[in-house]
């Protein structure tokens, strides 16, 4: 695709590059696999275009080379060649019916079937806010995980079975996002990475004039006046006639002059201005830095003491009927707040169930909004998900009453199982499942009460990323097939645990398959009585 058709706008006096605006993409893997049948169905049509086509060059192909044979012969001796009557009327016969033939042969358009399927499958293409949202996803992974753009581009991921990589054109496409959402920090990191694959000598459509045009712009927008200055001669030196790098030059002379004005009792004032300054990264907040470090697996690690109270066991739901001869395998991730899992309590075969169910009600997953009351969309969830009522399969049944047997807790005041999958970039930012004080709506359509506990089950083993972290904490609970964490978001006196704020890390590489139940106050009187103390 050759890059021929950019829009400017104008700000603080200096042409920029300006492309418009996309909202977010929240995406799942379980859709996205309907993508690649849908491109193979394509690849499969295009094919057979290609072998009509070829099969129509062929036969005219044969026609020629027989009249050509022919021709050569006849116009050499036209006379004697037409003294035979049998060819004087072949050649009646060609020119009157044989040629029509042929051309109505050229004008054949075989491209009708191909045009057809791309017409039927369009409708089920992503769109312009789709491309949007992957690219996203992939600059979200960058930030999360410390991957430098050469590692990205270069595919060189933990756990990947088919290695990809980005070309040039790709680099630059995903600057432009950036530069869309004004984040010119990431415009620079990969602008600069698709000049150095051009640079490199890659081969590709991509064009260093635009490159150098974005670059440079996201530059100066980061303060670094030099290094601006600097792409810029670059830009012209390919574009000598180039009208905003001309424009830009001038203004950034200017800014620098008035600069020197200002520092005239520096000695050094020039070379100062000339010095490269060093790439301001985006601030994040404390809590922000801290659920990275988790889901780098970089937080904090328990003493040995904590870690001498944390246990695995047999755990029969407090002498529940249907587990005490057949206990099941649970033990301690963190003590405070006490996170335990459940090992091997989902079975495979369950999981396909859920996941068969839920496939096609997956939609963009939604939070409860604290003033309404009313589930909503929100960008800090990015995931696909799906209700599911144990009125509907005898698995959902099962697994609802699973739950109950082994928490205790009524499940019939819980919410629905809810099943999410997590795609490409796939994460749910820090946030409480309980509702806080200054929340009070927050479950009121419900009528029960808070949400006491939450149970979740991991259906899906993650190749990479995809943890479970409590930045409150320091704990990081990864994701292991077949198991589900459980815990109280509720002390028994009612009051919310701040410590069980939590987050979905962003999947790096694989595809993430989660459930989770979340069980509420009303019903669990007698099954968790209230304490007179707050916090206990």
Known sequence: ?????????????????????????????????????????????????????????????????????????????????????????????????????????????????????????????????????????????????????????????????????????????????????????????????????????????ADKVYILDYLSYAVYQQGDLGKAMTLTKRLLELDPEHQRANGNMKYFEYIMAKEKEANKSSTDSEDQMEKETEVKKKDYLPERRKYEMLCRGEGLKMTPRRQKRLFCRYYDGNRNPRYILGPVKQEDEWDKPRIVRFLDIISDEEIETVKELAKPRLSRATVHDPETGKLTTAHYRVSKSAWLSGYESPVVSRINTRIQDLTGLDVSTAEELQVANYGVGGQYEPHFDFARKDEPDAFKELGTGNRIATWLFYMSDVSAGGATVFPEVGASVWPKKGTAVFWYNLFPSGEGDYSTRHAACPVLVGNKWVSNKWLHERGQEFRRPCTLSELE
Not at 109 to 128: E, V
């Open 1 to 205: 695709m050759a890059f021929n058709k950019i829009w400017y706008t104008v700000a603080f006096g200096l042409l920029l590059p300006f492309s418009y605006a996309h909202t977010d993409f929240f995406t799942s893997i379980g859709h996205m696999t309907d993508l690649i049948n849908t491109e193979k169905d394509l690849v499969v049509s295009l094919k057979d275009y290609i072998k009509a086509e070829e099969s129509k060059l062929e036969q005219i192909k044969k026609w020629a080379e027989k009249l050509d044979q022919l021709t050569d012969t006849a116009t050499k001796d036209p006379e004697g060649f037409l003294g035979h009557p049998v060819n004087a009327f072949k050649l009646m016969k060609r020119l009157n019916t044989e040629w029509g033939e042929l051309e109505s042969l050229v004008l054949k358009d075989m491209s009708d079937g191909f045009i057809s399927n791309m017409t039927i499958q369009r409708q089920f293409f992503p769109n312009d806010e789709d491309q949007t949202g992957a690219a996203k996803a992939l600059l979200r992974l960058q930030d999360t995980y410390n991957l430098d753009t050469d590692t990205l581009s270069r595919g060189n991921l933990p756990g990947v079975k088919h290695k990809s990589f980005l070309t040039a054109e790709d680099c630059f496409e995903l600057g432009k996002i950036a530069y869309t959402e004004a984040d010119y920090y990431h415009t620079e990191l990969w602008m600069e990475q698709a000049l150095k694959q051009l640079d490199e000598g890659e081969v590709s459509s």
